[in-house]
């Protein structure tokens, strides 16, 4: 058998993706009866994988570390030579995910230390599992705005993985529930032109109390949220050149071309049309 990465899919970021958000490089599984040995990238990125079946080790920069099947994980530096030792006459089966983005360097800062993160609840391994899923059902389909879900995923593991080191400078107490419920609505359907009455609606609160809480809680305004939001989602889309700029504007539910392209420019200082001439670059 050797090596057999007949489940992993690659992905080729655009190049919106590549500048502004996390992109997933490649993930799936892979199975081995051999060594498997990589030399360092030369280009920042990480490797988040677990082991589905067998027993093996993995060494990195001379240090082993045991690999079994549990509630534990590993996030490796790309650009460290790493190999993939299975145990001998027996299979080591991993499957994971590769990714980069502009913040992979910080990233692997906060999480300094051991590779190996192992999970107390058995729900978070869990959920680190059902991400992989869901981004594997993303970059095999790969639809219109795929990118910026595939950011708010990885995004999320991350999350898990700060949450596991104990590295969250912010309580969670400190994000009040009618903040939560408000930023889950958002972020859930981050297209919508979103209303005031209807966010003061789910937080369950007057409007003015509602901005004076999310502003406390956030250090920002609720306006600049939505604002940047919206934004972000814009740039996305803008990189996927199968759309207008027309289309683009009516799937932000912008009136109009005009009203976008004028959003646009207010908050970059450029047009859209211009900012996909940047991304060719």
Request: glycine letters at 6%; one cysteine or more; aromatic letters at 10%.
């Amino acid at each position: 058998m050797t090596i057999s990465p007949s489940r992993l899919y690659f992905a080729e970021p655009s190049a919106a993706a590549r500048r502004l958000l996390w992109h997933a490089l490649s993930l799936g599984s892979v199975t081995r009866d051999e060594p498997e040995r990589h030399a360092g990238y030369d280009k920042p990125g990480v490797f988040l994988f677990w082991v589905v079946a067998g027993f093996g080790t993995m060494e990195v920069e001379g240090t082993e570390y045991p690999l079994a099947r549990g509630n534990c994980c590993w996030l490796v530096d790309l650009r460290q030579p790493r190999n993939y030792l299975p145990e001998a006459g027996g299979l080591l089966h991993t499957e994971g995910v590769r990714f980069s983005g502009p913040g992979v360097e910080a990233w692997l800062e906060m999480l300094r230390g051991q590779p190996d993160f192992h999970f107390n609840e058995p729900k978070d391994m869990a959920a680190l599992r059902r991400s992989l899923r869901r981004l594997l059902a993303l970059v095999k389909k790969q639809p219109a705005g795929y990118e910026w879900e595939v950011h708010l995923i990885l995004t999320h593991i991350l999350g898990l993985l700060l949450a596991n080191r104990q590295l969250l400078s912010v309580p969670q107490a400190e994000i009040v529930p009618p903040v939560a419920r408000v930023l889950e609505a958002v972020l859930a359907n981050p297209v919508r032109d979103w209303k005031a009455r209807e966010l003061a609606a789910i937080a369950h609160l007057s409007y003015s109390r509602l901005r004076e809480l999310f502003r406390r809680s956030q250090h920002q305004t609720l306006h600049e949220f939505l604002q940047r939001t919206r934004l972000d989602q814009a740039r996305l889309l803008l990189g996927d050149r199968s759309l207008s700029i027309k289309e683009v504007a009516a799937q932000l539910n912008f009136s109009s071309e005009f009203y976008f392209s004028h959003f646009f420019r207010h908050a970059t200082g450029i047009s859209p049309t211009q900012f996909r001439e940047d991304c060719r670059t």
